[in-house]
Every structure is written in C-alpha cells, then in structure tokens.
C-alpha cells in the first residue's frame, strides 16, 4: 500500500528557507495558547491553513468547563469527566486538567475574553450533558469560540516575537533520525518553504471532513494526525470520534450545531410525531452523555423511518431563549424557523476527535523536538467520550504546557542551525486527471455510513476494501495544491479510524459495534496504538500493538 514519506517533492538547494525557534502549526485556541507561553526572547512562527478565524475553536457554541461557583467541586467536574469517558480516561489527566480550569480560564478573562454575567454580576453558569452542575461558562450566548478566539487573536497579534502566516499549508513535517527539526510549508504566494524550528508545536485540531455530516469547517481534514504519523508519532484512541447529537438537517443547508446548552436550558428532543422519547433511552433524559444521547436519535429515527428528530422550545420563555441563543435564533430564522415556536430539525454529526496523535502530561510527543495541543491529541483526558465542553478546557491545559515545555527544550538548543539533508525528489506522474473532489466526497460518504454512529465488522470491512483501492492510486501522486495533499491525508487518517474501529470488538463510548453491543472491560479496557513502519502496509502485516488502562 503506497505510504510515502513526503507528499510533496522538495529539495535543500531549490527551496527557501525559514528560521524560527519555535514553530507552532495551527492558529487555533491550542495553537495561540502555546504561542502565548513562549519566551518572549524567543523567535516564533505560527502557520495556519486559513485564517485565524477558521478553526474548530472559533465555532464553539456551548462554552468551557471549569469549576467556579462555590457549590461546585472539583472532585465533581473529575467524576463526571471520568463516568463520560468510558472508564478509558486517564485519571491522573482528568484531575490535573479540571484543577487548572480556573486559573486558566483566568488567563482568558486577563487577556479580554468577556463572558456573559446574571444580574447579580456573577458568572452565567450553564449545564450540559453529563454535568452534575452549573459548571459551563459562556459569552455571548452561544458564540463562547468566536469571543475567546477574538481576544486571544488580539493579544497573540501584538506580541513582538510572533510572526503569524495564515493561508499556509503545512505539507509534512521535517525530521532526521527520528528528530523533528521543521516543516514543509506551502503557501499559494511563496510556494514551498522549508520552515526550520529548533522546537514544533503541533495543533492542527480536528477531523470532522472524514464524514459527509459534520459541524467542522471545511479546514478540519486531519492534516496533523496525517503528518503526524508519516513523521514516526504514535497515535492512538483513533476509533473514537463523537459525534455530536443535535447537528442541524436542512436540506441544502450547511451542517450548523446546535449547541448542547439548549437541552440544558430545558429543551426537549422529539420525534417527528412530538413524542419526547429520551427517557426510553437514559434516566438523564436529553442531559445524557452525547454518546448516548447520539444513539438514542438513530435509534428513534430508525423505529419512525424519520432523516431527524426534533429539538423544541416551545415550553419555554420565548424571550429567554432569544437572549440566551442569538446565534442559534438567527442561523434557524434563515430557514423560516422561530426557534421560540417551531421544532427544530436535528441529527448527529461528526463533531470532535478524541484520538490522535499520544501526547504525555506536558504534550510531548513520541518523537523528539514534536510537541501537541488540543483536538490534534489523545491526550487520555477524554476516555472513549468527552464530556461536554471539556475540549477548549484540554487546548488551554495542553496549549499553555506544550509551549512552556517547547520554549525550555529550545533555550538548551545552540544557534548555529544545521540544515539536515533532507530531500524529496520528483516522481514520475500519470497522465491521467484525478477528480480529487469527487474522491473526497465518496470518502466522506462511506465514512458516514460505515464507520459512523454505528459500525459493523461487514461494514467497516467494506470501507477498509474502498479506501485501500482509492490510495492505490491516489497515494502515489505528488500533487501541487492543498487539495490533493489534504485528500491523501484524509484517505490516511480514515484508513487508521477503520482499522482501529475494527480492531475494538467491543462497544464503548462513542466506539458503537452493533455485532457486539456490550463492552469487554476483560479484554478492551487499553488503547490501540498506531505507529508508521517502514516498509509495511498500513494495517497489514504488522498488527497495532495495544496499551492497558491501569490509572483509572
């Protein structure tokens, strides 16, 4: 099976050159949360494939989680985070990330962020699936993303050692004898640039474009997983990916979330016939775990041969709920939708993903000079399923560690870069046109269907089958823009999520195998690991080794 090293070609003599102390490759929380903790001393180049306003982060609806009332505790936010994760989750992560949540979140007021407040000029504090408490902190409504991201852009943006290249595209990652030392980065005004870092930060968030239905931009094509892996990383938990159970379905429509905090508001889910069923399903009716409130609508959907069901509101007070989601309001009002009077058609979507490349407590890497932050990790925090608006907590944890650790591990190395001999030459091209588009969309279509909310050995055999044949073909090339390279990472990391998903023979969290149902704590309470070898196919001959979960 065609695994290259390098997607693109590159010689030494032929390409720029960029010098930097650190690198850090993603303009997201995670990615501006770990620029933010370099030393200012220190030179930094923050590369994102878009703007900095297209991530994952910039679209958060619900909020961050964090304890900060006084009849909260942190023993309760650990409990929760743990009880969602599938008993998967790393104890010893959980407790330090809910620790620091407030100082963290801190940070973020220091730096502008404005979060909504009663009347009593206390924090509007928020519920949502899987939280004992009032424990979500919001701004502006349901935009907690786009104003966290505007202050911390802000702030990144006048820091005097930070240079900042958006609409860059990180092609590989560069690295010698197994040390990371840069990237390959492609811009449509520079071409490439080989960018050489003494340390690199990777915080490429998510991979929601493996699958047709998802809240992801368009950005979020699991580009750093992908390189990740061709440079060596270990990745892990790839199975895992949740699904978010309220997606908005309107035909021709974009897939716009609709944030958790409705039903944590009051609002109740329905089927077509305004039959409110999640207490068939969970005693924690619509504040289930997502996981299982995600089930629960296929379910439904499946016993009603429904494409949805449906969130309302009605019940509640109209103006409230106006002032509390004015986000969510105007997207629905587009459609002829008054979100005060009228159900709101919603089903899951690919969301969040909680494997990726393994991080330690600081966000190391496995291979040296390669740190990660954020949705781009597994950093054990999530288990099998993450907990309601745990994920912009993780990206300011790992995000403040990681640049911390990044910037001490760069101070120690000398200046005199040397520029290793690193090469990629051209190969011979067919001659024959791809429609790299209808590829993508094929791909994310079979995702969606067979390694989706449900799974199967059939079917995941099936996809596995698919992909296979598309990278014959597809690997190989060498193409000139991100829209080739972005396909063959997704083809890589979709061929990875398959495999995993097929080696767990057990259901859990988010992982749902409807020919084994249970979960097999005896035998599937460890992680499945993947790591490139040289040499052997993806998922052939070499079978994933395991880790086992001995800290929960």
Same mark, same amino acid.
């Given at each position: 099976? =065609?695994?290259p090293?390098?997607l693109?070609?590159?010689?030494?003599?032929?390409?720029?050159?960029?010098?930097?102390?650190?690198?850090v490759?993603?303009?997201?929380?995670?990615?501006?949360r770990?620029?933010?903790?370099?030393?200012?001393?220190?030179?930094?180049?923050?590369?994102?494939?878009?703007?900095?306003?297209?991530?994952?982060?910039?679209?958060?609806?619900? @909020?961050?989680?964090g304890?900060?009332?006084?009849?909260d505790?942190?023993?309760?936010?650990?409990?929760?985070?743990?009880?969602?994760?599938?008993?998967l989750?790393?104890?010893?992560?959980?407790?330090?990330?809910?620790?620091?949540?407030?100082?963290?979140?801190?940070?973020?007021i220091?730096?502008?962020?404005?979060?909504d407040?009663?009347?009593?000029?206390?924090?509007?504090?928020?519920?949502?699936?899987?939280?004992?408490?009032?424990?979500?902190?919001?701004?502006?409504?349901?935009?907690?993303?786009?104003?966290?991201?505007?202050?911390?852009?802000?702030?990144?943006?006048n820091?005097?050692?930070?240079?900042?290249?958006?609409?860059a595209?990180?092609?590989?990652?560069?690295?010698h004898?197994?040390?990371?030392?840069?990237?390959?980065?492609?811009?449509?005004?520079?071409?490439?640039?080989?960018v050489?870092?003494?340390?690199?930060?990777?915080c490429?968030?998510?991979?929601?474009?493996?699958?047709?239905e998802?809240?992801?931009?368009?950005?979020?094509?699991?580009?750093?997983?992908?390189?990740?892996?061709?440079? @060596?990383?270990?990745l892990r938990?790839?199975?895992?990916?949740?699904?978010?159970?309220?997606?908005?379905?309107?035909?021709?429509?974009?897939?716009?979330?609709?944030?958790?905090?409705?039903?944590g508001?009051?609002?109740?889910?329905?089927?077509?016939?305004?039959?409110?069923?999640?207490?068939?399903?969970?005693?924690?009716?619509?504040?289930?775990?997502?996981?299982?409130?995600?089930?629960?609508?296929?379910?439904?959907?499946?016993k009603?041969?429904?494409?949805?069901?449906?969130?309302d509101?009605?019940?509640?007070?109209?103006d409230?709920?106006?002032?509390?989601?004015?986000?969510?309001n105007?997207?629905?009002?587009?459609?002829?939708?008054?979100i005060?009077r009228?159900?709101?058609?919603?089903?899951?979507?690919?969301?969040?993903?909680?494997?990726?490349?393994?991080?330690?407590?600081?966000?190391?890497?496995?291979?040296?000079?390669?740190?990660?932050?954020?949705?781009?990790?597994?950093?054990?925090?999530?288990?099998?399923?993450?907990?309601?608006?745990?994920?912009?907590?993780?990206?300011?944890?790992?995000?403040?560690?990681? @640049?911390a650790g990044?910037?001490?591990?760069?101070?120690?190395?000398?200046?005199?870069?040397?520029?290793?001999?690193?090469?990629?030459p051209?190969q011979?091209? =067919?001659?024959?046109?791809?429609?790299?588009?209808d590829?993508?969309?094929?791909?994310?279509?079979?995702?969606?269907?067979?390694?989706g909310?449900?799974?199967?050995?059939?079917?995941l055999?099936?996809?596995?089958?698919?992909?296979?044949?598309?990278?014959?073909?597809?690997?190989?090339?060498?193409?000139?823009?991100?829209?080739?390279?972005?396909?063959?990472?997704?083809?890589?990391?979709?061929k990875?999520?398959?495999?995993?998903?097929?080696?767990?023979?057990?259901?859990?969290?988010?992982?749902?195998?409807?020919?084994?149902?249970?979960?097999?704590?005896?035998?599937?309470?460890?992680?499945?690991?993947?790591?490139?070898?040289?040499?052997? =196919?993806?998922?052939?001959?070499?079978?994933?080794?395991?880790?086992?979960?001995?800290?929960?």
């Amino acid at each position: 099976m =065609p695994n290259p090293r390098y997607l693109a070609p590159f010689h030494p003599k032929q390409t720029p050159h960029f010098f930097t102390d650190v690198l850090v490759i993603g303009g997201g929380l995670a990615g501006l949360r770990a620029t933010n903790a370099i030393d200012p001393k220190q030179s930094v180049l923050v590369v994102t494939k878009d703007v900095l306003t297209q991530s994952n982060s910039q679209y958060a609806q619900g @909020g961050i989680a964090g304890v900060l009332s006084a009849d909260d505790r942190f023993e309760d936010h650990i409990e929760d985070t743990l009880i969602a994760g599938g008993a998967l989750c790393d104890q010893a992560v959980v407790d330090r990330v809910v620790r620091e949540a407030p100082r963290r979140i801190m940070e973020l007021i220091q730096w502008g962020a404005q979060f909504d407040k009663n009347d009593a000029d206390q924090f509007a504090l928020g519920r949502e699936g899987g939280h004992r408490q009032n424990r979500i902190l919001h701004a502006l409504g349901d935009a907690t993303g786009r104003e966290i991201m505007r202050a911390v852009v802000q702030w990144t943006r006048n820091l005097p050692n930070v240079q900042i290249w958006e609409r860059a595209f990180t092609v590989d990652l560069l690295s010698h004898q197994d040390v990371c030392s840069g990237a390959l980065v492609w811009s449509e005004s520079h071409g490439k640039t080989m960018v050489w870092a003494k340390q690199t930060i990777l915080c490429t968030g998510g991979a929601g474009q493996l699958y047709r239905e998802t809240t992801n931009p368009v950005v979020a094509t699991a580009d750093g997983q992908a390189i990740a892996y061709r440079a @060596g990383a270990e990745l892990r938990d790839m199975e895992f990916m949740q699904f978010h159970p309220t997606v908005l379905y309107i035909a021709g429509s974009s897939r716009s979330l609709i944030t958790e905090a409705l039903r944590g508001e009051g609002a109740w889910l329905v089927d077509q016939r305004g039959y409110r069923f999640m207490a068939d399903y969970d005693a924690r009716l619509e504040l289930a775990p997502r996981d299982i409130v995600s089930q629960a609508i296929v379910s439904q959907m499946e016993k009603t041969r429904h494409p949805n069901v449906y969130l309302d509101l009605s019940h509640l007070q109209a103006d409230h709920v106006r002032q509390r989601f004015p986000g969510i309001n105007a997207t629905c009002a587009k459609f002829g939708i008054d979100i005060t009077r009228d159900k709101i058609p919603v089903r899951p979507g690919a969301h969040y993903m909680i494997g990726g490349v393994t991080v330690d407590s600081e966000g190391r890497t496995s291979v040296e000079g390669l740190w990660a932050a954020g949705e781009v990790t597994s950093s054990g925090l999530h288990g099998a399923n993450r907990l309601a608006s745990n994920s912009l907590l993780e990206g300011l944890v790992y995000g403040a560690h990681a @640049g911390a650790g990044a910037s001490a591990a760069a101070a120690k190395i000398q200046e005199d870069f040397v520029v290793k001999p690193l090469a990629n030459p051209p190969q011979e091209q =067919p001659d024959e046109v791809l429609d790299v588009g209808d590829i993508r969309n094929s791909l994310q279509s079979l995702m969606w269907r067979l390694a989706g909310v449900r799974r199967s050995a059939d079917g995941l055999a099936e996809a596995a089958e698919s992909i296979d044949r598309w990278r014959r073909y597809v690997g190989p090339r060498q193409f000139n823009d991100p829209a080739g390279w972005e396909l063959q990472n997704m083809l890589l990391v979709a061929k990875i999520v398959v495999s995993a998903a097929a080696q767990r023979q057990e259901s859990r969290g988010v992982h749902m195998r409807t020919d084994v149902p249970a979960t097999d704590d005896a035998h599937w309470r460890r992680r499945i690991l993947f790591q490139r070898k040289d040499g052997l =196919p993806l998922g052939g001959e070499h079978p994933a080794p395991t880790e086992g979960i001995d800290s929960v």
